[in-house]
């Protein structure tokens, strides 16, 4: 295993220092640190912060290769900054069972880019009738501890409440896509202004809040841990405050893109930017950052969504919903927190690590700790071109954008993915 000497490097916005990185861990810091068998890093000017951890990725693998695998979008990931990444269940066949789970976890191993964990879906076929088999996959080599039917809400609370009391036995959690069906019925953006002017149905707020009380109230009475997808507006903000308050076991997510981008954007009638839930409102916009920076929402999370041409690049009302996130999060984060660091590691590493259980991530570069973080370059800008990305797909809302902040290495376990800016395999 090769040793790395990374001189001058800020840990999470702190004075210059150096890191040894040997047999996978930060072995030595320091200033002045020699090492002659080392490969030296000059980081001056660099921030190392722990390795991104992804709460919400989207792999499509089984099932739907030709938009990402496991592969691409693993290199997509440490590109990105990540260490790791858990994958979403809304594959094809769905992971609903110990199989798939073990195999999305056996492929992630073999790329060998990042930690691959496996969500486990919470029904049947995300048919949201009968309870999938969670126990199996918490048992298998995946070791499955969250469960969702992302893409679809468990919509009746009977089958909400068991998974809440199943997945209880062994602390596991569910992670909610909260959309109340009835609500939402043929919607193709936010329901407001925008959609009346664009004469498009409209997916109300409320359809999102109502989901989110219901289950904040469901895993107080059960005791169980509630994680709620993609937070996307202010009312639901002031539901998971009241509910944090009460002391109920429930952590959320917000998108780089719901912080950044309003439903304005469908005034282009370009697909790239159709989304679920849809992009909101300035006020929700200002009210889902009050909340990231009080601690009220707990990660970013991407949700990163890849799709294949056909899907995207066709009529609004065709297109299916979902944008790529993976390789431009972090800059989407130092744009709206600026140099606040150790924010952007709470909310992109050690929280989202410690909600998902993930053992090694999260961790800030320290002597002993496993060697997995990240380098950036805060003052280089980069303009995003679709066709430099890793993913398989090019469905990115920030094409031909300047995004601050460039990743320039990731190591995992102290072995480099990236290297000057390029995914070393
Ligand atoms: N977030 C999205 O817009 N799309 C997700 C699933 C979903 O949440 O609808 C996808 O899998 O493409």
Not at 22 to 33: I, M, N, S
Not at 127 to 150: C, K, N, P, Q, T
Not at 386 to 401: D, F, H, I, K, W
């Amino acid at each position: 295993m090769t040793a790395y000497l990374i001189k001058n490097v800020s840990v999470v916005g702190a004075a210059p220092t150096d890191l040894l990185i040997r047999d996978g861990v930060v072995a030595e810091t320091g200033a002045g640190l020699t090492a002659p068998d080392a490969t030296v890093v000059d980081a001056t000017g660099l921030v190392a912060l722990p390795g991104l951890v992804d709460l919400h990725t989207h792999l499509r693998e089984p099932g739907r290769e030709d938009a990402e695998t496991v592969e691409t979008g693993s290199r997509a990931a440490a590109l990105g900054g990540y260490t790791a990444v858990c994958a979403m269940a809304n594959t094809s066949p769905v992971a609903d069972t110990a199989g798939v789970v073990e195999q999305v976890w056996r492929l992630g191993r073999e790329a060998g880019l990042v930690d691959v964990q496996p969500i486990g879906a919470v029904t049947v076929g995300l048919a949201g009738e009968h309870l999938a088999e969670l126990g199996a996959m918490a048992d298998s080599a995946a070791r499955v501890r969250i469960f969702s039917d992302d893409g679809h809400c468990v919509a009746d609370p009977k089958l909400m409440r068991r998974a809440l009391e199943y997945v209880k036995a062994f602390d596991g959690i569910i992670a909610q896509h909260a959309e109340e069906p009835r609500l939402t019925e043929g919607a193709q953006m936010h329901e407001g202004e925008v959609s009346t002017r664009l004469g498009l149905t409209g997916w109300p707020a409320v359809a999102e809040e109502a989901i989110i009380a219901r289950d904040v109230l469901l895993a107080e009475h059960v005791g169980s841990r509630l994680h709620v997808c993609h937070v996307s507006t202010a009312g639901s903000v002031e539901v998971l405050r009241q509910a944090k308050a009460r002391g109920v076991r429930v952590t959320a997510e917000v998108t780089p893109h719901h912080l950044l981008l309003t439903d304005a954007r469908a005034e282009t009638y370009d697909p790239v930017f159709k989304v679920n839930p849809p992009l909101r409102t300035e006020t929700d916009i200002a009210a889902l950052r009050a909340a990231l920076a009080d601690g009220v929402i707990d990660i970013i999370a991407t949700d990163h969504a890849p799709h294949a041409v056909e899907d995207k690049e066709c009529e609004w009302a065709y297109a299916r919903p979902g944008m790529l996130g993976l390789e431009t999060a972090l800059s989407i984060a130092i744009d709206v927190f600026g140099g606040d660091w150790d924010l952007i590691a709470e909310r992109m590493s050690r929280t989202p690590a410690r909600i998902a259980g993930l053992d090694g991530h999260g961790v800030d570069p320290a002597p002993g700790v496993p060697a997995n973080l990240t380098l950036v370059d805060p003052a280089a800008r980069r303009v995003v071109e679709p066709a430099e990305l890793a993913s398989r797909s090019r469905n990115t809302p920030y094409a031909r954008m300047t995004l601050p902040g460039r990743i320039v290495a990731t190591f995992l376990r102290g072995e480099p993915t990236v290297l000057d800016g390029k995914a070393v395999k």
